[in-house]
């Protein structure tokens, strides 16, 4: 008599199996020899592109957002039982 894999165990079967080739091709640079992926746009280009404007604005955002420190700090309403 054979038995058959649970659908349960099939299923961790088939998700904890480790893939054994790689996906991306590296390329390396001649001035450095840092891995980079082989994709359409590099961010390290010098060349600007629209995504430059949007952080040139992020930029200029103030970190505590036009939100300065509170005058006067006040209490809460204090709870008499």
Do not use: C, H, W
């Not at 020899?33 to 995504?51: R, V």
């Amino acid at each position: 008599m054979l038995l058959e894999d649970s659908p349960s165990t099939a299923l961790e079967k088939l998700s904890t199996t480790t893939p054994t080739t790689v996906v991306r091709k590296l390329l390396y640079s001649e001035t450095d020899n840092m891995p980079k992926a082989a994709n359409k746009s590099n961010i390290n280009s010098p060349e600007k592109d629209d995504g430059d404007k949007e952080t040139a604005q992020l930029d200029t955002i103030p970190n505590n957002k036009g939100k300065g420190p509170a005058d006067t700090i006040e209490s809460p309403p204090k709870r008499f039982k």
